[in-house]
């Protein structure tokens, strides 16, 4: 069973149970009504959640998981990591998740929302996002800073 004490380190701590093949640690690291969301797939609930571990941990390979930021507000915090899986010296699957964990009465941190291809999604805004409009706010300049 895993423990962790800053959300920053939820995601190393994953990688680190993945790669030991715990799925048992991995479930650890989730409240029991917590929720993986793939793109098509729910896993929902102690039962989805360990078979959704276990299909992880047979891909093989070792992961590397680091968290690209966490943000706390109360009990929850917002979390995005970068992963990779990389088999014979390749990545076989890379990509950025967009994760919610929860504050436990022992101080620890559990996943409850984990959405692992958030990286996937299409950019919403199409074009926009990538020509030069102006946001609408004024530039730092502006602000006097």
Not at 51 to 62: D, F, I, P, Q, R
């Amino acid at each position: 069973m895993y423990k962790v004490f800053a959300p920053r380190d939820m995601n190393r701590t994953f990688a680190q149970a993945r790669n030991a093949g715990d799925v048992q640690g991995l479930l650890s690291l989730f409240e029991p009504e917590a929720v993986i969301q793939e793109e098509e797939r729910r896993c929902a609930g102690t039962d989805e959640l360990r078979a959704h571990l276990e299909w992880l941990v047979a891909l093989g390979g070792e992961m590397i998981s680091e968290n690209n930021f966490a943000v706390e507000a109360g009990e929850l915090a917002l979390l995005r990591a970068d992963y990779a899986i990389y088999q014979d010296g390749k990545i076989t699957i890379a990509g950025s998740s967009a994760e919610v964990v929860r504050r436990q009465p022992d101080g620890s941190w559990l996943y409850v929302i984990d959405f692992p291809v958030a990286s996937l999604r299409p950019n919403v805004l199409g074009e926009l996002a990538t020509n030069d409009v102006p946001c609408g706010r004024p530039a730092i300049e502006e602000y006097g800073t």
